[in-house]
């Protein structure tokens, strides 16, 4: 289950996906499987190729690609969350979710 997001954020994600751009969302996050996880990054791209690149220059499986109807993603949790929000500029989503 999700939670923590503006509509205006997901909009906002949904485009840029839909563009073909990389484009990051964080948000609250429970699912049994993850225990002690709280948050979620999804890194979406319509242009599947390109997300499988970003995950290949990232060190991730692109294998993990959830390929949702037009706005297919990768899931980013723990520690490479935190590595990758820090490297793409992103430390404001950390701060916001008390990510660490």
């Known amino acids: 289950m999700a939670f923590g997001l503006k509509r205006q954020e997901l909009r906002e994600w949904k485009a840029k996906v839909s563009a073909g ?21 999804k890194v979406g791209c319509a242009d599947v190729d390109k997300l499988k690149r970003w995950c290949h220059d990232n060190g991730l499986n692109p294998a993990y690609i959830h390929y949702r109807e037009r706005y297919p993603h990768f899931d980013l949790i723990g520690h490479k969350q ?12 950390l701060k916001r979710f008390g990510i660490r």
């Open 82 to 93: 935190t590595e990758i929000l820090l490297r793409e500029g992103l430390a404001d989503q």
């Open 21 to 41: 751009e990389i484009a990051f969302i964080t948000h609250y996050w429970l699912e049994p499987r993850f225990p002690g996880i709280r948050t979620v990054t």
